[in-house]
């Protein structure tokens, strides 16, 4: 999926601005809980030139809805399937200069699948956390990717997303 910039002339107060931002279909981010742990990938990133742990995610295709693409990316991901989805939550990432705006799935109810990573996808380990060991890692820093404290955020604030250990 090729994103693009766009260029928007925008009438203000103190006059007329011009704002280069990137036009972007959406993503889906999951919160994959098997036996009150949640689903953490451990991916390479070229723009940080960083491994990081984050929940899986990936951005929509054309004409996809959010929890289609949701079973997609799970299963390319990790290589599990869910038996049951259910949006939490969407949010902007960067409403500074993106239009994406991301839909934060809990997938439960798993089972084996194929994982198949696409193209340029660089992602090592699969690892199951409890919420306990989610808030360590992000007081110690080993967390620094927004979507995966946004969701560890809702886990901390909404309803039983997963089973608090």
Not at 15 to 31: I, K, N, W
Not at 43 to 50: C, H
Not at 55 to 69: K, N, R, S, V
Not at 134 to 147: F, V, W
């Amino acid at each position: 999926m090729e994103l693009r910039w766009v260029s928007k002339e925008v009438r203000l107060q103190d006059g007329t601005h011009v704002y280069h931002l990137l036009d972007h279909p959406g993503s889906v981010a999951l919160v994959a809980v098997r036996d009150g742990r949640v689903a953490l990938i451990r991916q390479y990133r070229p723009a940080v030139d960083a491994w990081l742990w984050e929940i899986p995610a990936g951005t929509l295709e054309p004409g996809e809805a959010p929890m289609q693409a949701a079973r997609r990316e799970l299963e390319e991901e990790t290589g599990w399937q869910a038996g049951s989805l259910e949006e939490l939550a969407a949010f902007y990432l960067a409403p500074g200069y993106s239009s994406e705006r991301m839909h934060l799935i809990r997938a439960q109810d798993l089972r084996p699948g194929r994982r198949h990573l696409d193209a340029g996808e660089v992602i090592g380990e699969v690892r199951w956390f409890t919420p306990r060991e989610l808030r360590e890692m992000a007081r110690n820093g080993m967390l620094s990717d927004a979507k995966t404290l946004a969701a560890l955020a809702y886990l901390d604030a909404g309803p039983d997303a997963a089973e608090p250990a």
